[in-house]
């Protein structure tokens, strides 16, 4: 079974080789727009948090703000890690399935109703073991992508093995994120898929 959170991203085959060195400031306005959004959707979480906690169910809007948000985060993360050349849209859908027109996908799944209060509750702790799993495949991804830097600069090409550890460390950025904001009551796959 799929985890509720996905993640694909479409790299061309040749990379302009002066993407790397520039993305970062192109997104700057995104960053400013994601700081925001991410914002809303962490207090949207503290609500849901209450809601599960009291009625055992995600009201759909704070779950669509969440989608929204983790979405947007992946779609500027993958374009400042340059795994593609299209400029990220400022496109806000709230909608679990991803409305497409872009090189990222991110679907999800939330779990609206029938939620584990217990799993609620304990949420802060119970991220812990998956947290440290994901700060080490964040490691090593920031490691490949640092090494890419000058692959993709110099032949333009991503490496076929540090394209896979990049997306690594997304997909579980993303799976982190989304039983951290409550879209699932799955635990993270503590691997390195």
């Known amino acids: 079974m799929d985890y509720p ?3 694909e991203v479409q ?3 040749k990379v302009a080789n002066w993407r790397p ?3 970062w400031l192109m997104a700057i306005p995104h960053f400013i727009v994601m700081s925001i959004v991410v914002f809303v959707a962490e207090i949207a979480a503290v609500i849901s948090w209450f809601a599960i906690l009291f009625t055992g169910k995600l009201p759909e809007g704070l779950a669509n703000v969440s989608c929204m948000a983790l979405r947007y985060q992946m779609r500027v993360s993958a374009f400042v890690g340059f795994l593609h050349e299209e400029y990220p849209p400022f496109e806000f859908s709230n909608t679990p399935g991803d409305p497409g027109g872009t090189p990222v996908t991110v679907n999800f799944v939330p779990a609206l109703g029938g939620r584990n209060r217990l799993s609620c509750a304990l949420r802060v702790i119970w991220l812990i073991p998956a947290a440290i799993v994901t700060m080490i495949i964040m490691f090593i991804a920031e490691i490949c992508w640092f090494i890419a830097f000058f692959a993709v600069l110099f032949t ?5 093995g540090l394209h896979s550890w990049a997306m690594k460390g997304l997909r579980a950025t993303l799976r982190l994120n989304a039983y951290a904001f409550l879209l699932t009551d799955e635990y993270p796959p503590m691997n390195f898929n």
């Open 21 to 23: 060195l520039v993305h």
């Open 156 to 160: 333009g090409k991503w490496p076929a």
């Open 5 to 7: 959170a996905q993640l």
């Open 11 to 13: 790299t061309p085959d």
